[in-house]
C-alpha cells in the first residue's frame, strides 16, 4: 500500500516563501507522476505542478515563475517551492503520486495559509 504524508504547510505573510515536502512509501516500482493539487474553500482542486520520472515538468499558469517542483527520486520525495506568495494561494496542498498503469493516490493535505 501506498502513502503519501506531506509536511510544510502553514502561516506565512504576502510575499513570503515555503517548501512542500511529500514523502512516499511502499512499492514505488512503475511510479511515474508526482505532483501537487490544491483546493481552495468554494473552490474545484486544480493541479499546481506535476513532475514525471524524467523530470519533465509541469506547472499552472497561475504559478509559474514562483513555482518550482523537485523529486529525490532515491527518497520517494517530491517538493514544491512557492515563493512570492499571495492571498490566492491559500488552500489546501495536496500531494499526488501516479503509477503507469494507472494507480494514483493522494496524500491528505497541508493547508497553506497566505495572511499578513
Known amino acids: 500500500q501506498v502513502q503519501l504524508v506531506e509536511s510544510g504547510g502553514g502561516l506565512v505573510q504576502p510575499g513570503g516563501s515555503l517548501r512542500l515536502s511529500c514523502a512516499a512509501s511502499?512499492?514505488?516500482?512503475?511510479?511515474?507522476?508526482m505532483g501537487w493539487y490544491r483546493q481552495a474553500t468554494g473552490k474545484q482542486r486544480e493541479l499546481v505542478a506535476v513532475a514525471t520520472s524524467g523530470n519533465t515538468t509541469t506547472y499552472a499558469d497561475s504559478v509559474k515563475g514562483r513555482a518550482t517542483i523537485s523529486r529525490d527520486n532515491a527518497k520517494n520525495t517530491v517538493y514544491l517551492q512557492m515563493n512570492t506568495l499571495k492571498p490566492e494561494d491559500t488552500a489546501v496542498y495536496y500531494c499526488?503520486?501516479?503509477?503507469?498503469?494507472?494507480?494514483?493516490?493522494w496524500g491528505k493535505g497541508t493547508l497553506v495559509t497566505v495572511s499578513s
Open positions: 499526488h503520486l501516479k503509477f503507469d498503469w494507472g494507480a494514483e493516490y
Open positions: 511502499g512499492s514505488m516500482f512503475g511510479m511515474n507522476f
